[in-house]
Protein backbone atom coordinates (compact mmCIF):
# COMPACT_ATOMS: atom_id res chain seq x y z
CA UNK A 1 0.00 0.00 0.00
CA UNK A 2 2.96 2.11 1.00
CA UNK A 3 5.59 1.06 -1.38
CA UNK A 4 4.03 1.32 -4.64
CA UNK A 5 2.22 4.27 -6.46
CA UNK A 6 -1.86 3.93 -6.92
CA UNK A 7 -2.56 2.79 -10.26
CA UNK A 8 -4.61 5.18 -12.16
CA UNK A 9 -7.90 3.47 -11.58
CA UNK A 10 -7.10 3.24 -8.04
CA UNK A 11 -6.70 7.43 -7.69
CA UNK A 12 -9.89 7.85 -10.31
CA UNK A 13 -12.08 5.47 -7.36
CA UNK A 14 -10.13 7.43 -4.53
CA UNK A 15 -11.71 10.82 -6.66
CA UNK A 16 -15.24 9.77 -7.05
CA UNK A 17 -14.96 8.88 -3.21
CA UNK A 18 -13.47 11.86 -2.07
CA UNK A 19 -15.84 13.65 -3.99
CA UNK A 20 -18.52 11.93 -2.24
CA UNK A 21 -17.30 12.83 0.89
CA UNK A 22 -16.63 16.66 0.22
CA UNK A 23 -20.44 16.73 -1.18
CA UNK A 24 -21.88 15.42 2.56
CA UNK A 25 -22.36 18.41 4.94
CA UNK A 26 -22.61 15.38 8.05
CA UNK A 27 -18.81 14.48 6.78
CA UNK A 28 -17.44 17.92 7.16
CA UNK A 29 -19.15 18.44 10.16
CA UNK A 30 -17.89 15.44 11.51
CA UNK A 31 -14.57 16.22 10.52
CA UNK A 32 -14.53 13.00 9.22
CA UNK A 33 -11.44 11.91 6.60
CA UNK A 34 -11.31 9.89 3.61
CA UNK A 35 -8.48 6.67 4.25
CA UNK A 36 -7.31 3.98 1.69
CA UNK A 37 -9.52 3.09 -0.84
CA UNK A 38 -9.84 0.29 -3.57
CA UNK A 39 -12.46 -1.83 -4.88
CA UNK A 40 -14.74 -2.99 -2.72
CA UNK A 41 -13.11 -1.22 0.48
CA UNK A 42 -12.93 2.10 1.69
CA UNK A 43 -11.37 3.27 4.99
CA UNK A 44 -13.04 6.46 6.98
CA UNK A 45 -11.33 8.05 9.66
CA UNK A 46 -12.84 10.55 12.79
CA UNK A 47 -10.50 12.34 14.97
CA UNK A 48 -11.56 12.81 18.67
CA UNK A 49 -13.47 15.87 19.27
CA UNK A 50 -16.07 16.83 22.15
CA UNK A 51 -18.09 17.58 20.00
CA UNK A 52 -18.55 14.10 18.65
CA UNK A 53 -19.09 12.29 22.43
CA UNK A 54 -21.94 10.86 24.41
CA UNK A 55 -22.64 11.79 28.32
CA UNK A 56 -19.71 9.78 29.78
CA UNK A 57 -17.21 11.44 27.49
CA UNK A 58 -16.95 8.98 24.64
CA UNK A 59 -17.62 8.71 21.03
CA UNK A 60 -21.11 8.48 20.96
CA UNK A 61 -22.91 5.47 19.00
CA UNK A 62 -24.20 8.09 16.35
CA UNK A 63 -20.76 9.43 15.17
CA UNK A 64 -19.59 5.70 15.51
CA UNK A 65 -22.37 4.51 13.01
CA UNK A 66 -22.32 7.44 11.01
CA UNK A 67 -18.47 7.08 9.65
CA UNK A 68 -19.46 3.60 9.86
CA UNK A 69 -22.52 4.18 7.34
CA UNK A 70 -20.27 6.27 5.20
CA UNK A 71 -17.43 3.49 4.92
CA UNK A 72 -20.13 1.19 3.75
CA UNK A 73 -21.43 3.48 1.33
CA UNK A 74 -17.80 3.86 0.07
CA UNK A 75 -16.82 1.02 -0.05
CA UNK A 76 -20.54 -0.42 -2.22
CA UNK A 77 -20.08 3.22 -4.13
CA UNK A 78 -16.34 1.88 -5.26
CA UNK A 79 -18.76 -1.22 -7.42
CA UNK A 80 -21.62 0.90 -8.27
CA UNK A 81 -22.89 0.64 -12.10
CA UNK A 82 -21.82 3.61 -13.87
CA UNK A 83 -24.43 6.78 -13.91
CA UNK A 84 -25.84 5.54 -10.38
CA UNK A 85 -25.02 6.09 -6.58
CA UNK A 86 -25.74 4.71 -3.66
CA UNK A 87 -28.28 4.35 -0.75
CA UNK A 88 -28.66 3.00 2.81
CA UNK A 89 -31.34 0.70 2.79
CA UNK A 90 -30.60 -0.56 6.29
CA UNK A 91 -27.55 -1.30 8.55
CA UNK A 92 -27.13 -2.93 12.16
CA UNK A 93 -24.22 -2.21 14.27
CA UNK A 94 -22.89 -3.41 17.74
CA UNK A 95 -21.21 -1.95 20.25
CA UNK A 96 -18.14 -4.02 20.99
CA UNK A 97 -16.38 -1.68 23.90
CA UNK A 98 -16.09 1.72 24.73
CA UNK A 99 -14.85 4.34 21.81
CA UNK A 100 -12.22 5.56 23.64
CA UNK A 101 -8.82 7.07 21.85
CA UNK A 102 -7.23 9.83 19.12
CA UNK A 103 -9.54 8.75 16.48
CA UNK A 104 -12.01 6.27 15.25
CA UNK A 105 -11.65 4.37 12.11
CA UNK A 106 -14.16 2.68 10.22
CA UNK A 107 -13.21 -0.15 7.12
CA UNK A 108 -15.98 -0.96 4.57
CA UNK A 109 -15.55 -4.19 2.46
CA UNK A 110 -18.09 -5.98 0.42
CA UNK A 111 -19.31 -8.92 0.70
CA UNK A 112 -21.42 -9.74 -1.29
CA UNK A 113 -22.32 -7.44 -4.74
CA UNK A 114 -25.84 -8.00 -6.49
CA UNK A 115 -27.56 -6.20 -9.59
CA UNK A 116 -29.72 -4.37 -7.70
CA UNK A 117 -28.18 -4.72 -3.47
CA UNK A 118 -24.37 -4.68 -2.04
CA UNK A 119 -24.26 -5.90 1.24
CA UNK A 120 -21.23 -4.94 3.27
CA UNK A 121 -19.38 -5.34 6.51
CA UNK A 122 -17.56 -2.37 8.01
CA UNK A 123 -15.11 -2.79 11.32
CA UNK A 124 -14.58 0.28 13.61
CA UNK A 125 -11.40 0.56 15.50
CA UNK A 126 -10.42 3.24 18.12
CA UNK A 127 -6.81 4.24 17.89
CA UNK A 128 -5.54 4.50 21.62
CA UNK A 129 -1.96 5.22 22.27
CA UNK A 130 -0.36 2.89 19.97
CA UNK A 131 -3.07 0.37 20.41
CA UNK A 132 -5.87 -0.48 17.57
CA UNK A 133 -9.32 -1.39 19.60
CA UNK A 134 -12.34 -3.05 17.80
CA UNK A 135 -15.28 -1.00 19.21
CA UNK A 136 -18.18 -2.16 16.93
CA UNK A 137 -19.42 -4.55 14.05
CA UNK A 138 -21.89 -2.96 11.04
CA UNK A 139 -23.69 -5.38 8.50
CA UNK A 140 -25.05 -2.96 5.87
CA UNK A 141 -27.48 -3.23 2.79
CA UNK A 142 -27.14 -0.77 -0.09
CA UNK A 143 -29.19 -0.21 -2.75
CA UNK A 144 -27.92 0.98 -6.38
CA UNK A 145 -29.96 4.06 -7.28
CA UNK A 146 -29.72 6.03 -11.77
CA UNK A 147 -27.95 9.51 -10.84
CA UNK A 148 -30.65 12.20 -11.97
CA UNK A 149 -29.22 14.57 -13.77
CA UNK A 150 -29.00 18.08 -13.22
CA UNK B 1 -50.45 16.64 26.34
CA UNK B 2 -50.58 20.32 26.16
CA UNK B 3 -53.16 21.32 27.96
CA UNK B 4 -52.78 19.66 32.09
CA UNK B 5 -48.88 20.52 33.72
CA UNK B 6 -46.62 17.77 33.96
CA UNK B 7 -46.55 16.18 36.94
CA UNK B 8 -43.84 16.28 39.38
CA UNK B 9 -42.29 12.87 38.12
CA UNK B 10 -42.71 14.02 34.79
CA UNK B 11 -40.78 17.22 34.87
CA UNK B 12 -37.88 15.33 37.20
CA UNK B 13 -37.47 12.50 34.40
CA UNK B 14 -37.43 15.22 31.74
CA UNK B 15 -34.73 17.10 33.82
CA UNK B 16 -32.60 13.79 33.99
CA UNK B 17 -33.19 13.35 30.30
CA UNK B 18 -32.44 17.03 29.21
CA UNK B 19 -29.04 16.73 31.67
CA UNK B 20 -28.18 13.47 29.85
CA UNK B 21 -28.39 15.60 26.38
CA UNK B 22 -26.38 18.50 27.89
CA UNK B 23 -23.66 17.00 28.41
CA UNK B 24 -23.51 15.30 24.97
CA UNK B 25 -21.50 16.84 22.63
CA UNK B 26 -22.55 15.30 19.50
CA UNK B 27 -26.40 16.36 20.35
CA UNK B 28 -24.86 19.68 20.73
CA UNK B 29 -23.00 19.68 17.85
CA UNK B 30 -25.96 18.04 15.96
CA UNK B 31 -28.16 20.97 16.97
CA UNK B 32 -30.61 17.81 18.52
CA UNK B 33 -33.63 19.24 21.03
CA UNK B 34 -35.30 17.08 23.58
CA UNK B 35 -39.27 16.97 23.01
CA UNK B 36 -41.75 15.23 25.33
CA UNK B 37 -40.47 13.22 27.72
CA UNK B 38 -42.73 10.56 29.75
CA UNK B 39 -41.81 6.44 31.47
CA UNK B 40 -40.72 4.87 28.75
CA UNK B 41 -40.76 7.42 25.87
CA UNK B 42 -38.86 10.19 24.36
CA UNK B 43 -38.73 12.29 21.63
CA UNK B 44 -35.71 13.87 19.88
CA UNK B 45 -35.84 16.61 17.12
CA UNK B 46 -33.51 17.89 14.76
CA UNK B 47 -33.72 21.03 12.66
CA UNK B 48 -32.55 20.41 8.96
CA UNK B 49 -29.62 22.26 8.90
CA UNK B 50 -26.54 21.77 5.40
CA UNK B 51 -23.90 20.39 8.14
CA UNK B 52 -26.86 17.38 8.79
CA UNK B 53 -26.80 15.96 4.61
CA UNK B 54 -25.31 13.52 2.80
CA UNK B 55 -24.16 13.72 -0.76
CA UNK B 56 -27.27 14.56 -2.57
CA UNK B 57 -28.36 17.21 0.68
CA UNK B 58 -31.39 14.91 2.18
CA UNK B 59 -30.23 14.11 5.83
CA UNK B 60 -27.19 11.95 6.48
CA UNK B 61 -28.01 8.17 7.40
CA UNK B 62 -25.57 9.13 10.27
CA UNK B 63 -27.74 11.98 11.61
CA UNK B 64 -31.09 10.39 11.34
CA UNK B 65 -29.46 7.47 13.47
CA UNK B 66 -27.11 9.00 15.83
CA UNK B 67 -30.93 10.93 16.80
CA UNK B 68 -32.64 7.37 16.95
CA UNK B 69 -30.20 5.86 18.97
CA UNK B 70 -30.52 8.91 21.36
CA UNK B 71 -34.53 8.99 21.19
CA UNK B 72 -34.02 5.12 22.25
CA UNK B 73 -31.56 5.83 24.38
CA UNK B 74 -33.58 8.35 26.37
CA UNK B 75 -36.48 6.09 26.71
CA UNK B 76 -34.51 3.06 28.13
CA UNK B 77 -32.91 5.94 30.98
CA UNK B 78 -36.32 6.87 32.00
CA UNK B 79 -36.86 3.33 33.30
CA UNK B 80 -33.17 2.50 34.71
CA UNK B 81 -32.69 1.92 37.83
CA UNK B 82 -31.47 4.86 40.27
CA UNK B 83 -27.65 5.33 40.05
CA UNK B 84 -27.36 3.23 36.43
CA UNK B 85 -26.64 4.96 33.02
CA UNK B 86 -27.11 3.22 29.69
CA UNK B 87 -25.10 2.19 27.14
CA UNK B 88 -26.48 1.09 23.50
CA UNK B 89 -25.21 -2.20 22.86
CA UNK B 90 -26.86 -2.53 19.17
CA UNK B 91 -29.18 -0.83 17.20
CA UNK B 92 -30.97 -2.15 13.49
CA UNK B 93 -32.27 0.91 11.44
CA UNK B 94 -33.99 0.51 8.06
CA UNK B 95 -34.27 3.85 6.29
CA UNK B 96 -37.96 3.79 4.63
CA UNK B 97 -38.06 7.28 2.68
CA UNK B 98 -36.11 10.19 1.75
CA UNK B 99 -35.31 12.10 4.98
CA UNK B 100 -36.40 15.39 3.87
CA UNK B 101 -38.00 18.66 5.42
CA UNK B 102 -37.51 20.66 7.70
CA UNK B 103 -36.31 18.84 10.90
CA UNK B 104 -36.57 14.97 11.72
CA UNK B 105 -38.52 13.72 14.72
CA UNK B 106 -37.39 10.47 16.66
CA UNK B 107 -39.37 8.81 19.07
CA UNK B 108 -37.62 6.14 21.26
CA UNK B 109 -40.66 4.12 23.04
CA UNK B 110 -39.48 0.73 25.62
CA UNK B 111 -40.72 -2.59 24.43
CA UNK B 112 -39.34 -5.05 26.78
CA UNK B 113 -37.63 -4.30 29.77
CA UNK B 114 -35.63 -6.87 31.58
CA UNK B 115 -33.33 -6.44 34.87
CA UNK B 116 -30.18 -5.87 32.74
CA UNK B 117 -31.22 -5.69 28.93
CA UNK B 118 -34.19 -2.67 27.79
CA UNK B 119 -35.54 -3.24 23.94
CA UNK B 120 -36.28 -0.45 22.65
CA UNK B 121 -38.26 0.37 19.24
CA UNK B 122 -37.76 4.04 17.62
CA UNK B 123 -40.30 5.48 14.85
CA UNK B 124 -38.18 8.83 12.72
CA UNK B 125 -40.56 11.02 10.79
CA UNK B 126 -39.54 13.90 8.63
CA UNK B 127 -41.63 17.25 9.03
CA UNK B 128 -42.02 18.90 5.97
CA UNK B 129 -44.42 21.24 4.80
CA UNK B 130 -46.50 20.32 8.02
CA UNK B 131 -46.63 16.55 6.62
CA UNK B 132 -45.42 14.41 8.59
CA UNK B 133 -43.93 10.92 6.91
CA UNK B 134 -42.26 8.15 8.50
CA UNK B 135 -38.37 8.03 7.15
CA UNK B 136 -36.69 5.31 9.43
CA UNK B 137 -37.36 2.25 11.98
CA UNK B 138 -34.61 1.22 14.57
CA UNK B 139 -34.82 -2.07 17.14
CA UNK B 140 -32.56 -1.33 20.10
CA UNK B 141 -30.89 -3.36 22.95
CA UNK B 142 -29.65 -1.22 25.68
CA UNK B 143 -27.83 -1.98 28.48
CA UNK B 144 -28.17 -0.54 32.42
CA UNK B 145 -24.43 0.33 33.55
CA UNK B 146 -23.71 1.46 37.23
CA UNK B 147 -22.90 4.89 37.32
CA UNK B 148 -19.34 5.43 38.98
CA UNK B 149 -18.84 7.88 41.25
CA UNK B 150 -17.11 10.95 40.68
CA UNK C 1 -63.02 -10.49 11.77
CA UNK C 2 -65.46 -13.61 12.80
CA UNK C 3 -68.74 -11.29 11.58
CA UNK C 4 -68.73 -10.87 8.35
CA UNK C 5 -67.40 -13.15 5.30
CA UNK C 6 -63.88 -12.59 3.92
CA UNK C 7 -64.61 -10.74 0.40
CA UNK C 8 -63.50 -12.27 -2.51
CA UNK C 9 -60.25 -10.22 -2.86
CA UNK C 10 -59.28 -11.42 0.64
CA UNK C 11 -60.37 -15.21 -0.09
CA UNK C 12 -58.05 -15.06 -3.64
CA UNK C 13 -54.81 -13.40 -1.64
CA UNK C 14 -55.55 -16.25 1.48
CA UNK C 15 -55.07 -18.92 -1.18
CA UNK C 16 -52.25 -17.41 -3.13
CA UNK C 17 -50.10 -16.93 0.24
CA UNK C 18 -51.91 -20.90 1.61
CA UNK C 19 -50.11 -21.95 -1.55
CA UNK C 20 -47.07 -20.49 -0.91
CA UNK C 21 -47.29 -22.27 2.64
CA UNK C 22 -48.27 -25.52 1.06
CA UNK C 23 -45.12 -25.86 -1.30
CA UNK C 24 -42.97 -24.88 1.60
CA UNK C 25 -41.41 -27.93 3.40
CA UNK C 26 -40.18 -26.11 6.02
CA UNK C 27 -43.40 -24.86 7.42
CA UNK C 28 -45.03 -28.36 6.79
CA UNK C 29 -42.28 -29.98 8.84
CA UNK C 30 -42.59 -27.20 11.64
CA UNK C 31 -46.40 -27.80 11.75
CA UNK C 32 -47.01 -23.99 11.06
CA UNK C 33 -50.39 -22.97 9.92
CA UNK C 34 -51.51 -20.09 8.12
CA UNK C 35 -53.75 -17.71 9.77
CA UNK C 36 -55.57 -14.59 9.01
CA UNK C 37 -54.47 -12.58 5.90
CA UNK C 38 -55.31 -9.36 4.44
CA UNK C 39 -53.78 -7.13 2.17
CA UNK C 40 -50.09 -6.18 4.02
CA UNK C 41 -50.92 -8.23 7.15
CA UNK C 42 -50.21 -12.17 7.58
CA UNK C 43 -50.60 -14.59 10.67
CA UNK C 44 -48.84 -17.42 10.99
CA UNK C 45 -49.52 -20.60 13.82
CA UNK C 46 -47.41 -22.77 15.16
CA UNK C 47 -48.66 -25.04 17.94
CA UNK C 48 -45.84 -26.45 20.81
CA UNK C 49 -44.08 -29.66 20.10
CA UNK C 50 -40.96 -31.00 21.81
CA UNK C 51 -39.24 -30.66 17.84
CA UNK C 52 -39.31 -26.81 17.74
CA UNK C 53 -37.69 -27.01 21.25
CA UNK C 54 -34.25 -26.12 22.14
CA UNK C 55 -32.17 -26.84 25.37
CA UNK C 56 -34.25 -25.87 28.07
CA UNK C 57 -37.37 -26.70 26.61
CA UNK C 58 -38.88 -23.41 24.92
CA UNK C 59 -39.74 -22.56 21.49
CA UNK C 60 -36.00 -22.56 19.72
CA UNK C 61 -34.98 -18.99 18.64
CA UNK C 62 -34.71 -20.93 14.85
CA UNK C 63 -38.60 -21.98 15.51
CA UNK C 64 -39.76 -18.54 16.42
CA UNK C 65 -37.76 -16.76 13.44
CA UNK C 66 -38.96 -19.16 10.95
CA UNK C 67 -42.02 -17.70 11.27
CA UNK C 68 -41.43 -14.93 12.20
CA UNK C 69 -39.40 -14.86 8.24
CA UNK C 70 -42.40 -16.89 7.07
CA UNK C 71 -45.31 -14.53 8.24
CA UNK C 72 -43.33 -11.21 6.98
CA UNK C 73 -42.80 -12.52 3.43
CA UNK C 74 -46.23 -13.78 3.72
CA UNK C 75 -47.23 -9.82 3.99
CA UNK C 76 -45.24 -8.55 1.96
CA UNK C 77 -46.58 -11.16 -1.03
CA UNK C 78 -50.22 -10.07 -0.50
CA UNK C 79 -48.67 -7.01 -2.55
CA UNK C 80 -46.44 -8.12 -4.59
CA UNK C 81 -46.83 -7.10 -8.42
CA UNK C 82 -48.67 -9.81 -10.58
CA UNK C 83 -45.60 -12.40 -11.79
CA UNK C 84 -43.51 -11.34 -8.97
CA UNK C 85 -42.51 -13.64 -6.00
CA UNK C 86 -40.53 -12.32 -2.58
CA UNK C 87 -37.29 -13.04 -1.09
CA UNK C 88 -36.07 -12.12 2.47
CA UNK C 89 -33.01 -9.80 2.04
CA UNK C 90 -32.35 -9.96 5.37
CA UNK C 91 -34.13 -9.92 8.74
CA UNK C 92 -33.17 -8.59 12.28
CA UNK C 93 -34.86 -10.27 15.51
CA UNK C 94 -35.12 -9.57 19.24
CA UNK C 95 -35.82 -12.31 21.47
CA UNK C 96 -37.79 -10.22 24.15
CA UNK C 97 -38.66 -13.08 26.31
CA UNK C 98 -39.01 -16.88 26.68
CA UNK C 99 -40.98 -18.85 24.21
CA UNK C 100 -43.31 -20.83 25.81
CA UNK C 101 -47.04 -21.60 25.59
CA UNK C 102 -49.23 -24.03 23.50
CA UNK C 103 -48.11 -22.15 20.47
CA UNK C 104 -46.81 -18.90 18.70
CA UNK C 105 -48.55 -16.58 16.58
CA UNK C 106 -46.31 -14.31 14.30
CA UNK C 107 -48.22 -11.36 12.93
CA UNK C 108 -46.30 -9.73 9.81
CA UNK C 109 -47.52 -6.49 8.84
CA UNK C 110 -45.83 -4.38 5.83
CA UNK C 111 -44.15 -0.95 7.05
CA UNK C 112 -43.25 0.69 4.01
CA UNK C 113 -43.64 -0.85 0.22
CA UNK C 114 -41.25 0.31 -2.66
CA UNK C 115 -41.21 -0.93 -5.92
CA UNK C 116 -38.17 -3.19 -5.60
CA UNK C 117 -38.08 -3.42 -1.24
CA UNK C 118 -40.69 -4.23 1.02
CA UNK C 119 -39.99 -3.60 4.64
CA UNK C 120 -42.29 -5.60 7.42
CA UNK C 121 -42.43 -5.60 10.91
CA UNK C 122 -43.20 -8.69 12.76
CA UNK C 123 -44.61 -9.57 16.25
CA UNK C 124 -44.16 -12.50 17.68
CA UNK C 125 -46.94 -13.60 20.68
CA UNK C 126 -47.10 -17.02 22.90
CA UNK C 127 -50.13 -18.14 24.12
CA UNK C 128 -50.12 -19.90 27.39
CA UNK C 129 -53.53 -20.67 29.55
CA UNK C 130 -55.36 -17.93 27.77
CA UNK C 131 -52.57 -15.21 27.73
CA UNK C 132 -50.86 -13.45 24.98
CA UNK C 133 -47.35 -12.48 25.76
CA UNK C 134 -44.89 -10.90 23.09
CA UNK C 135 -41.75 -12.87 23.05
CA UNK C 136 -40.06 -11.38 19.58
CA UNK C 137 -39.98 -8.35 17.40
CA UNK C 138 -38.01 -8.56 13.98
CA UNK C 139 -37.81 -6.06 11.36
CA UNK C 140 -37.32 -7.25 7.67
CA UNK C 141 -36.63 -6.23 4.33
CA UNK C 142 -37.93 -7.99 1.29
CA UNK C 143 -37.14 -7.85 -2.26
CA UNK C 144 -39.99 -8.69 -5.36
CA UNK C 145 -38.41 -11.19 -7.90
CA UNK C 146 -40.05 -12.22 -11.06
CA UNK C 147 -41.34 -15.35 -11.20
CA UNK C 148 -40.06 -17.57 -13.49
CA UNK C 149 -41.94 -19.16 -16.15
CA UNK C 150 -41.85 -23.27 -15.84
CA UNK D 1 -7.29 -29.96 12.37
CA UNK D 2 -6.81 -33.63 11.20
CA UNK D 3 -3.80 -34.71 11.90
CA UNK D 4 -3.40 -34.36 15.64
CA UNK D 5 -5.86 -35.63 18.09
CA UNK D 6 -8.01 -33.16 19.89
CA UNK D 7 -6.47 -32.02 23.41
CA UNK D 8 -8.65 -33.44 26.06
CA UNK D 9 -10.14 -30.23 26.87
CA UNK D 10 -11.34 -30.00 23.20
CA UNK D 11 -12.93 -33.27 23.39
CA UNK D 12 -14.73 -32.06 26.66
CA UNK D 13 -15.48 -28.91 25.08
CA UNK D 14 -17.24 -30.86 22.16
CA UNK D 15 -18.83 -33.10 24.08
CA UNK D 16 -20.41 -30.32 25.97
CA UNK D 17 -21.95 -28.48 22.85
CA UNK D 18 -23.07 -32.12 21.53
CA UNK D 19 -25.05 -32.65 24.48
CA UNK D 20 -26.89 -29.38 23.60
CA UNK D 21 -27.86 -30.18 20.73
CA UNK D 22 -28.60 -33.45 21.70
CA UNK D 23 -31.25 -31.48 23.99
CA UNK D 24 -32.76 -29.76 21.21
CA UNK D 25 -35.51 -30.63 19.80
CA UNK D 26 -35.44 -28.78 16.72
CA UNK D 27 -32.11 -29.27 15.62
CA UNK D 28 -32.48 -33.35 15.92
CA UNK D 29 -35.75 -32.42 13.56
CA UNK D 30 -34.03 -30.89 10.94
CA UNK D 31 -31.06 -33.16 11.05
CA UNK D 32 -28.91 -30.70 12.11
CA UNK D 33 -25.38 -32.07 12.99
CA UNK D 34 -22.44 -30.43 15.12
CA UNK D 35 -19.38 -29.96 12.93
CA UNK D 36 -15.67 -28.95 14.12
CA UNK D 37 -15.96 -27.35 18.25
CA UNK D 38 -12.90 -25.16 19.46
CA UNK D 39 -12.88 -22.40 22.04
CA UNK D 40 -14.88 -19.40 20.33
CA UNK D 41 -15.45 -21.39 17.58
CA UNK D 42 -18.75 -24.34 16.39
CA UNK D 43 -19.80 -25.55 13.23
CA UNK D 44 -23.01 -26.98 12.23
CA UNK D 45 -24.06 -29.03 9.16
CA UNK D 46 -27.15 -29.72 8.04
CA UNK D 47 -27.91 -31.91 5.15
CA UNK D 48 -30.22 -30.88 2.59
CA UNK D 49 -34.02 -32.49 2.51
CA UNK D 50 -37.27 -31.50 1.06
CA UNK D 51 -38.19 -30.42 4.71
CA UNK D 52 -36.38 -27.93 5.01
CA UNK D 53 -37.34 -25.66 1.50
CA UNK D 54 -39.38 -22.60 0.85
CA UNK D 55 -42.03 -22.52 -1.78
CA UNK D 56 -38.82 -22.45 -4.48
CA UNK D 57 -37.13 -25.66 -3.24
CA UNK D 58 -34.07 -23.98 -2.15
CA UNK D 59 -33.35 -23.91 1.91
CA UNK D 60 -35.70 -21.78 3.60
CA UNK D 61 -34.25 -18.32 5.74
CA UNK D 62 -36.16 -20.31 8.38
CA UNK D 63 -33.71 -23.33 7.90
CA UNK D 64 -30.90 -21.32 7.21
CA UNK D 65 -30.99 -19.01 10.27
CA UNK D 66 -32.31 -21.56 12.82
CA UNK D 67 -28.73 -23.36 12.44
CA UNK D 68 -26.85 -19.71 12.35
CA UNK D 69 -28.36 -19.47 15.69
CA UNK D 70 -27.37 -22.40 16.81
CA UNK D 71 -23.69 -22.18 15.95
CA UNK D 72 -23.41 -18.67 17.08
CA UNK D 73 -24.97 -20.20 20.44
CA UNK D 74 -22.50 -23.01 20.88
CA UNK D 75 -19.88 -20.57 19.90
CA UNK D 76 -20.40 -18.31 22.93
CA UNK D 77 -21.25 -21.68 25.31
CA UNK D 78 -17.90 -22.86 24.49
CA UNK D 79 -16.69 -19.89 26.45
CA UNK D 80 -19.51 -18.93 28.86
CA UNK D 81 -18.62 -19.39 32.58
CA UNK D 82 -18.68 -22.73 34.48
CA UNK D 83 -22.51 -22.98 35.81
CA UNK D 84 -24.31 -20.86 33.22
CA UNK D 85 -26.00 -21.14 29.79
CA UNK D 86 -26.69 -18.82 26.47
CA UNK D 87 -29.95 -17.68 25.87
CA UNK D 88 -29.73 -15.31 21.84
CA UNK D 89 -30.67 -12.08 22.81
CA UNK D 90 -31.03 -10.94 19.46
CA UNK D 91 -29.52 -11.26 15.86
CA UNK D 92 -29.45 -9.78 12.55
CA UNK D 93 -28.92 -12.12 9.38
CA UNK D 94 -28.43 -10.76 5.69
CA UNK D 95 -29.17 -14.14 3.03
CA UNK D 96 -26.74 -13.41 0.31
CA UNK D 97 -27.35 -16.12 -2.05
CA UNK D 98 -29.79 -18.45 -3.19
CA UNK D 99 -29.44 -21.49 -0.54
CA UNK D 100 -28.60 -24.74 -2.70
CA UNK D 101 -26.71 -27.57 -2.35
CA UNK D 102 -26.05 -30.81 -0.63
CA UNK D 103 -25.94 -29.30 2.88
CA UNK D 104 -25.61 -26.11 4.91
CA UNK D 105 -22.17 -25.42 6.93
CA UNK D 106 -23.07 -22.41 9.64
CA UNK D 107 -19.30 -21.38 11.61
CA UNK D 108 -20.17 -19.17 14.23
CA UNK D 109 -17.35 -17.27 15.93
CA UNK D 110 -17.07 -15.51 19.27
CA UNK D 111 -15.55 -11.59 17.67
CA UNK D 112 -16.44 -9.77 21.58
CA UNK D 113 -16.63 -11.79 25.19
CA UNK D 114 -17.93 -9.64 28.11
CA UNK D 115 -18.90 -10.82 31.61
CA UNK D 116 -22.69 -10.45 30.74
CA UNK D 117 -22.72 -10.61 26.68
CA UNK D 118 -21.01 -12.54 23.94
CA UNK D 119 -21.01 -11.42 20.07
CA UNK D 120 -21.18 -13.49 17.79
CA UNK D 121 -20.19 -13.70 13.68
CA UNK D 122 -21.87 -16.72 11.91
CA UNK D 123 -21.15 -17.28 8.44
CA UNK D 124 -23.31 -19.84 6.43
CA UNK D 125 -22.02 -21.46 3.30
CA UNK D 126 -23.60 -24.05 0.73
CA UNK D 127 -21.84 -26.55 -0.01
CA UNK D 128 -22.66 -27.57 -3.83
CA UNK D 129 -20.94 -29.92 -6.39
CA UNK D 130 -17.44 -29.79 -4.30
CA UNK D 131 -17.99 -26.09 -4.31
CA UNK D 132 -18.43 -23.90 -1.00
CA UNK D 133 -20.34 -20.68 -1.48
CA UNK D 134 -21.16 -17.78 1.52
CA UNK D 135 -24.56 -17.81 1.37
CA UNK D 136 -25.14 -15.79 4.79
CA UNK D 137 -23.75 -13.85 7.23
CA UNK D 138 -25.43 -13.16 10.69
CA UNK D 139 -24.41 -10.60 13.30
CA UNK D 140 -25.82 -11.98 16.78
CA UNK D 141 -25.84 -10.99 21.13
CA UNK D 142 -25.60 -13.32 23.61
CA UNK D 143 -26.57 -13.75 27.18
CA UNK D 144 -24.71 -15.80 29.77
CA UNK D 145 -27.71 -16.54 32.17
CA UNK D 146 -26.98 -19.15 35.66
CA UNK D 147 -27.74 -22.39 34.73
CA UNK D 148 -31.11 -23.69 37.21
CA UNK D 149 -30.31 -25.99 39.74
CA UNK D 150 -32.79 -29.77 38.87
Same mark, same amino acid.
Given at each position: ??????? +?????? #?? +??????? +?? %??????????????? %? #??????????????????????????????????????????????????????????????????????? #??????????????????? #????????????????????
Amino acid at each position: MASSPPS +RDTAAL #RD +RIQALLD +RS %GLMQHLGAKLGDVSS %G #RAHVHLPFSPALTQHLGLFHAGATSAIADAAGSFAAMTQAPDGHTVLSVEFKINLLAPAQGESLEAVGQVI #RKGRTLTIVQVDVFALNAG #RKTPIALMQQTIINVPERQP
